[in-house]
């Protein structure tokens, strides 16, 4: 049998790296309250999002495989989300400036029908370099990057700001990490190159 393939997400960027794969899904916005619960550390929420995420479509479809993703930037264990506008991006990126942050980019794929569930967690270290105000300020102008924890979008002009990336996927910075997202659609029986 054929299993349909949800990803649980509106996000343009996790829908766009789940294309390379070159795999037929759908994407269907998960209806979830996405606010952090009390004393949660960033690495939880992201965990418990990307599994809130992914049962919910997947209770809509019960015999498909759906993934659900998170991702929480991490800055002294406070998560920082996404700033929403042209004030909190400054904020943020004067904040990070010089710093290390971690991004916790978290993933779970399911299938209710056959109670299947593979879960895990890519950390990505982010060294900011020492920014000054115009910097931050130009770069804003030019990317406007309010829909991405951080501030920053690293594959696009952004990656001016960093002084340093560690992570053991390319793509979990952006929002999906793909070789770990490959090899658990493996476990599902999903044929891949």
Known sequence: MTRSLYLASSSKYRRELLTRLQINFRCESPQIDESPEPDETPLDTCKRLAREKAMAVAAEHPAAIVI???????VDGVAISK????????????????KTIV????????????SQTVEFTVPTSVEFRELNAAEIERYLIAEEPYDCAGSAKSE??????LKRIESSDPTA???LPLIEVANALRQFELILP
């Open 156 to 161: 696009g002009l952004g990656i001016s700001l």
């Open 68 to 74: 659900g993703s998170d991702q929480v930037a991490d």
């Open 173 to 175: 910075l952006i929002g």
């Open 103 to 114: 991004f916790h980019t978290a993933v779970c794929i399911c299938c209710h029908e056959t």
């Open 83 to 98: 700033p929403g506008t042209h004030d909190r991006a400054r904020a943020q990126l004067r904040s990070m400036s010089g």
